[in-house]
């Protein structure tokens, strides 16, 4: 079955030195819809739909043989359509089928019946007010679910879900647990490896909730999660529409409003992970290869913008700074790798020449800087100002001050 990579989470999640951050939830009436009452404490991702028939396609992949299922009147009933970890990816529907006592079960009973003669393992369970269908191709995930519900535990109980309950809007909603990256994503993004690209969603945050156009990221307040770093860094302007690069498949932006502020909070983060004496050490190894030390060349700089931009056959960075310099052309980088070293593993270390042009430093390959052209391209609805973006063919995804919001191109 089809993995459900983590849609489009894992793209705000890598962004630029790496995640998101959570807007804050869009309010709800505080209460877990009541299907998740049967479904797994340790399930890797669930989503809530209000007809069975919209959730399907979007949690399980088309060869499954749940779709070989006819699942009558109940289509149209509300749903959770869950992944479970049994060894592999697994899923779980769990389908309501009336109100409890009472005598509606002709419905599940035909679909029991039909699921039987395809070897799909089923179970029919009273949750608290409502009757609920319970269906997988794996018999150890129903026999998973059995153990659960006798001990009264569900994924209601798993931590930081209430987190999760208050994100949640009402409308369809696929929820993803970080720590279960490894084996919810197919593979890379953009030249970042899959292994690595799982590491990092790891501790990203807790839980992400994708509900119609909006994000949000579920996680204990820790500087460890990179989402709670971005939420503290202001919003800043974007000039990059009108320097857009040619046939960039993938693009993450990161403006910076104060030098001073990103490096204190990045570097706090990176010590809340265990990681800032090797921060250090990369800076200072560079420093002594170079004669320059990469937090004053930062400075001098006075950075405005990162950029990572990726497509087939090429990764380059972009810098907007302070002072406008025009280069003879491409000439050899004099400060390969200071770039990935200040702002995080996405961004190219195979940057060995440099292009300087108005306020922009581009590095990359020789052969990619000498073929690229900027501005040709105008993307339509650029954000002005903004925390961070990510954009795609057909897609972007806009980190403004209060919120993540998802926007719709035809590019």
């Not at 696929?174 to 690209?197: E, Q, T």
């Not at 983060?269 to 002594?288: F, H, M, N, P």
Request: charged letters at 20%; glycine letters at 8%; hydrophobic letters at 45%.
């Amino acid at each position: 079955m089809r993995k459900c990579v983590l849609a489009l989470t894992v793209v705000i999640v890598v962004l630029f030195t790496a995640s998101c951050g959570g807007g804050a939830p869009a309010a709800s009436n505080g209460e877990a819809p009541e299907l998740l009452r049967a479904v797994p404490s340790d399930a890797l991702s669930v989503g809530v739909f209000s007809r069975l028939e919209k959730g399907l396609p979007e949690m399980v992949d088309s060869n499954s043989v749940l779709f070989n299922l006819d699942y009558g009147k109940l289509s149209r009933a509300r749903a959770a359509v869950a992944l479970c970890n049994v060894g592999s990816l697994a899923p779980l529907l769990v389908i309501e089928a009336g109100k409890a006592g009472a005598d509606t079960l002709d419905a599940a009973a035909a679909v029991i019946a039909a699921a039987d003669s395809l070897k799909i393992s089923s179970s029919l369970v009273t949750l608290q007010s409502r009757n609920a269908l319970l269906l997988s191709p794996s018999a150890t995930v129903i026999t998973v679910c059995g153990r659960h519900l006798a001990a009264e535990t569900s994924i209601l109980d798993a931590p930081d879900f209430g987190g999760v309950v208050d994100a949640l809007t009402g409308s369809d909603a696929i929820i993803y647990r970080n720590s279960g990256a490894s084996k919810l994503l197919d593979s890379g993004l953009c030249s970042v490896a899959r292994k690595d690209l799982a590491a990092f969603l790891k501790d990203a945050c807790e839980w992400t909730v994708v509900s119609r156009e909006k994000v949000s990221c579920v996680q204990p307040v820790s500087e460890k999660y990179f989402c709670n770093f971005l939420s503290s860094i202001e919003e800043a302007p974007s000039k990059l529409a009108a320097f857009y690069p040619s046939g960039a498949e993938f693009i993450a932006d990161l403006p910076v409003a104060s030098v001073a502020a990103f490096r204190k909070s990045y570097e706090a983060w990176r010590d809340a992970r265990v990681e800032l004496e090797q921060y250090r050490k990369t800076i200072g190894a560079l420093s002594r290869k170079t004669g320059k030390d990469p937090l004053a060349w930062e400075k001098e700089l006075g950075v405005k913008e990162v950029v990572y931009v990726a497509a087939p056959g090429y990764r380059i960075n972009m810098l907007r700074v302070s002072k406008q310099q025009t280069s003879e052309g491409v000439t050899a980088n004099p400060y390969t790798g200071f770039v990935s070293a200040l702002y995080g593993g996405l961004y190219n270390a195979a940057d060995s020449c440099v292009i300087r042009t108005g306020n922009w430093i581009i590095s990359g390959e020789r052969s990619v800087l000498d073929t690229l052209s900027f501005g040709a391209v105008k993307p339509e609805a650029w954000p002005a100002k903004t925390k961070a973006v990510a954009d795609m063919p057909g897609r972007r995804i806009n980190y403004a001050k209060d919120n993540i919001t998802i926007w719709h191109s035809n590019r």
